[in-house]
């Protein structure tokens, strides 16, 4: 919320009219935090592929509490072509419910609703089980149009089991899902990120140097 307020101060002074949306992972010891703004999402792979879950959700037009919030605070929701199944929110034209920034759509000064698109975040907490939990993927909005969370895991566990090692998976595997979500024709930027937790690299049960692996690979993003 203070990242919202900063932004909007200088947003207001430059007249950038320009959001985003975010999802945020953090661990504290063995807590998880993952808090989203908007349509990105995170997903969470347990038991070396057997299970997976949601760990946000999705904010967008056509969730009913979104839709609740919007309309009660004097927004409306609307569908601007029959032909494409996408509701957007008045004022803004967004697709998305939560971003920051979009000063177009919150500012009265700039025709914007107070309470219609908000940057109030929701946050999930839960503690890390180092005998289940053995990664998070994190992607924009550009993958999620064109794949499912069970299709994402899919993909990546794929993409896991043809290789003969750890190190280097934190790369290959958020590339494998961006090329697969390219390939699906997603006209969205396609961002991926993978965190590793130590349950992972008990996959590769030759694998010994798992601080080394963690240290090196566990913060790789690719763009």
């Not at 924009?140 to 895991?153: E, N, P, Q, R």
């Given at each position: 919320m203070e990242a919202e307020r900063r932004f909007t101060i200088q947003a207001d002074k430059s007249g950038d009219s320009s959001g985003s949306c975010a999802i945020i992972v953090l661990t504290v010891d063995s807590e998880c935090y993952v808090a989203n703004v908007g349509d990105s999402r995170a997903v969470l792979?347990?038991?070396?592929?057997?299970?997976?879950?949601?760990?946000?959700?999705?904010?967008?037009?056509?969730?009913d509490d979104e839709i609740k919030r919007i309309t009660t605070n004097g927004g409306q929701i609307y569908k601007p072509?029959?032909?494409?199944?996408?509701?957007?929110?008045?004022p803004s034209g967004l697709s998305v419910s939560r971003t920051f920034g979009d000063i177009k759509a919150k500012l009265k000064k700039y025709g914007g609703r107070e309470g219609v698109i908000i940057a109030t975040p929701e946050v999930r907490q839960f503690t890390i089980n180092e005998n289940q939990h053995d990664f998070i993927v994190m992607g924009?909005?550009?993958?999620?149009?064109?794949?499912?969370?069970?299709?994402?895991?899919s993909v990546a566990w794929d993409t896991i089991k043809r290789a003969q090692a750890a190190p280097g998976l934190t790369g290959k595997v958020p590339d494998a899902i961006i090329r697969e979500a390219a390939c699906q024709r997603s006209s969205d930027n396609l961002t991926?990120?993978?965190?590793?937790f130590k349950h992972f690299a008990s996959f590769?049960?030759?694998?010994?140097?798992?601080?080394?692996?963690?240290?090196?690979?566990?913060?790789?993003a690719t763009l």
């Open positions: 792979s347990a038991e070396h592929g057997q299970d997976w879950s949601s760990l946000s959700r999705d904010h967008r037009p056509n969730d072509n029959a032909d494409v199944d996408v509701l957007r929110v008045f924009c909005d550009g993958i999620f149009d064109k794949l499912d969370s069970h299709a994402v895991m991926c990120i993978m965190l590793t590769f049960p030759s694998r010994q140097d798992l601080n080394s692996f963690q240290i090196a690979d566990r913060l790789q």
